[in-house]
């Protein structure tokens, strides 16, 4: 099964974090899966630490180092991604979700036929059946 990470799983799964879940570390550990992450969240990090480099020690370059070394495989974006965004399904009474991130990320997973592993609990919302909440 092909996983794109989102980038907090990502980046847990980098940091061996607790707060990574025994179910998304086994899925990822497996080794019948292909794990992927998204240049979108070596993006996200890199501006996340750009913006507040004291409280935010993770850089994208740290993401990505610790994403090869991992094993996980880099996800580019192409325009069938951004065309992607159009299809998910959100219901209007969702709770509002506004960060572009994770819409282009779901869309990458969407496109390339892949599953899409989360801790996000705004994610759920989009009643995709790719999505892995964990």
């Known amino acids: ?66 994403c090869e070394a991992n094993g996980f495989v880099s996800l580019p974006i192409f325009n069938k991604h951004s065309i992607e965004l159009e299809t998910l399904v959100r219901p209007k009474e969702a709770p509002p979700h506004k960060d572009p991130f994770d819409r282009i990320l779901l869309a990458q997973a969407k496109s390339e036929g892949m599953k899409f592993m989360t801790h996000d609990s705004l994610i759920p919302y989009y009643n995709e059946s790719f999505v892995i909440s964990v």
């Open 1 to 66: 099964m092909k996983i794109l990470l989102d980038t907090h799983i990502a980046i847990w799964s980098v940091l061996d974090s607790e707060e990574l879940s025994d179910a998304a570390r086994a899925m990822i550990l497996d080794e019948s899966n292909e794990i992927y992450y998204s240049v979108a969240s070596v993006w996200e990090i890199t501006i996340k630490h750009m913006a507040h480099p004291e409280t935010f020690l993770y850089s994208g370059k740290h993401l990505e180092k610790g």
